[in-house]
């Protein structure tokens, strides 16, 4: 029955996920143009337990939006204290972490310009659930779901809106 889900959900995902062209918000078009689209990166050996697509997304991400303080939450203690972050990256089957998006208060941690990449988004319907009620936060604007896994922004001059894209 779960892989009949998962299979349901990718349909649906090639269904209405959008390309460059059908994309009105110019931050978006402006990130798919010359983040997702831009096939001239290398691996980021930091983020190399991903599919290597995706890490290579990670170091363009990284590149393109000069992120300093960028976090892997796979390599801390679930105690260690978070300070303000540029980009954090975790897989959303790291239950540990989900915290961090569940109470509002933990949300300071992210600035206008901090970027989240959250792996396993459809893993499960549980995930798929989770992932929703993340980017329904108040304090998250952009949200870019890949199918795969999911980027989030948290831009205040930016109107809320959720994007499916073809990765």
């Known amino acids: ?13 090639l269904l209405f996920s959008k390309s460059k062209y059908s994309i009105h918000s110019p931050f978006v078009y402006d990130f798919i143009v010359k983040v997702l689209n831009d096939k001239s990166s290398k691996k980021n050996q930091n983020f190399n337990f991903v599919k290597l697509k995706y890490s290579k997304l990670i170091h363009r991400i990284i590149n393109y939006y000069n992120l300093k303080k960028v976090l892997n939450l796979k390599d801390i ?15 959303i089957m790291n239950s540990n972490f989900l915290e961090l998006f569940t109470k509002e208060k ?14 396993n988004i459809h893993k499960s319907k549980e995930y ?19 199918f795969f896994a999911g980027i989030i922004f948290f831009r205040k001059e930016q109107v809320k809106q959720n994007f499916i894209l073809r990765f």
């Open 1 to 13: 029955m779960r892989k009949l889900q998962f299979y349901i959900d990718y349909l649906y995902y």
């Open 128 to 146: 798929n659930i989770l992932w929703k009620k993340i980017i329904s936060k108040k304090k998250i604007t952009v949200s870019i779901d890949l």
């Open 106 to 119: 933990n949300l300071n941690f992210f600035h206008n310009k901090s970027i989240v990449f959250i792996y």
């Open 77 to 91: 203690k679930e105690n260690e204290c978070l300070q303000t972050l540029d980009f954090i990256f975790f897989d």
